[in-house]
């Protein structure tokens, strides 16, 4: 099994700045693709925010790119998302997603609880 935990959310003024983190733990053989999503106030979509592969590269939303930065530490298997110039509408909760390769469960997606991003205009 794999746990992620997020942090790094909080209450912040527009075109502030945010990092966020999500480290994963427990048995696993590899991390391969890292995804931030969201999940804005009263929607029940998750919107998929940016990616990073295993080997480095990197997708985007639309609605994020210029403003948002996501890296990785393969060493502390920890995923990052860099928040500039924040807007009211990126107000959301944030998730992580990997997808990993454990010995029990093959290769699969984890999900973590999500941190609170809100920005005041």
């Known amino acids: 099994q794999v746990q992620l935990v997020e942090s790094g959310g909080g209450l912040v003024q527009a075109g502030g700045s945010l990092r966020l983190s999500c480290v994963a733990s427990?048995?696993?053989?590899?991390?391969?693709?890292m995804t931030w999503y969201r999940q804005a106030p009263g929607k029940q979509q998750r919107e998929s925010v940016a990616t990073i592969h295993s080997d480095g590269s990197t997708n985007y939303g639309d609605s994020v790119k210029g403003r948002f930065t996501i890296s990785r530490d393969n060493a502390k298997n920890t995923v990052y998302l860099q928040i500039n110039s924040l807007k009211p509408e990126d107000t959301a909760v944030y998730l992580c997603k990997v997808q990993s390769n454990t010995r029990w469960y093959g290769v699969r997606d984890y999900w973590g609880q999500g941190t609170q991003v809100t920005v005041s205009s």
């Open positions: 427990g048995n696993f053989y590899s991390i391969n693709n």
